[in-house]
């Protein structure tokens, strides 16, 4: 079935940018999301991004899409204290527009 | 506005107890989910509710139950309560896909433990 994975932990210094991955298998895929979770907290949309494109910036934040490598990444420049939390992949499957196909998450770490 | 709401925060049960989670969603979306997230694997769908009057099975339904009250209300019932299903629990709503992206708006979690 359809999979998305992601590294578990990533750790940058504050003021440098982080670069999260992820990987998924359904190439017929509509939309992929990135969402954050921070601690006790419910998960937040940051931004999404439609199958035909290539790249999508707002702010701090930019997701880039190679649909030929099934790669999608999200790039936070100047990372803050703030930022530090899960952050999650998800994609919707052509097949199901209700049932998102989530990674496991990606847990910021910031350094000093 | 309130967005999501899910009641209680904390809940601790003993093996064979049953339960209710209660969501309600104040923002007039016509899907809601309830998900589960479990430590290193992400969220799994349990059960979701296109629209009022329907609800569909998810990837880990069993064990579970379902009622979607009316468009604001949708609850999650554990029947006979299992240490497997110790976990965190988020309700979600959202527009709905239509035609475009399906942005999901979460609650702030239940964690619930079965001793």
């Known amino acids: 079935g359809e999979d998305v994975e992601q590294s578990l932990f990533l750790s940058v210094r504050e003021g440098d940018s982080s670069v999260i991955n992820c990987t998924y298998t359904d190439s017929s895929s509509t939309y992929l999301y990135w969402y954050k979770q921070e601690p006790g907290a419910g998960l937040q949309l940051l931004t999404y991004i439609f199958s035909n494109m290539d790249m999508k910036q707002d702010q701090r934040l930019t997701v880039l899409l190679n649909k030929k490598d099934k790669h999608l990444s999200l790039r936070i420049a100047d990372t803050q204290t703030g930022d530090s939390a899960i952050y999650f992949c998800?994609?919707?499957?052509?097949?199901?527009?209700?049932?998102?196909?989530w990674g496991a998450g990606t847990k910021l770490i910031i350094k000093p | 506005n309130a967005g999501v709401t899910q009641t209680p925060k904390f809940q601790v049960l003993k093996t064979g107890q049953s339960m209710t989670l209660q969501c309600a969603q104040d923002m007039n979306h016509n899907s809601m989910y309830w998900y589960r997230q479990d430590p290193g694997m992400g969220l799994r769908l349990i059960y979701y509710s296109a629209s009022e009057g329907t609800t569909d099975k998810g990837e880990v339904p069993n064990g579970y139950n379902v009622s979607r009250l009316n468009k604001r209300e949708f609850s999650l019932r554990l029947e006979s309560a299992a240490p497997s299903q110790t976990s965190v629990y988020f309700c979600?709503?959202?527009?709905?896909?239509?035609?475009?992206?399906?942005?999901?708006?979460f609650g702030a979690g239940s964690r619930l433990t079965v001793l």
């Open positions: 979600a709503s959202s527009e709905g896909p239509g035609s475009g992206a399906n942005v999901l708006t």
């Open positions: 998800a994609e919707t499957p052509r097949d199901s527009n209700y049932q998102l196909i």
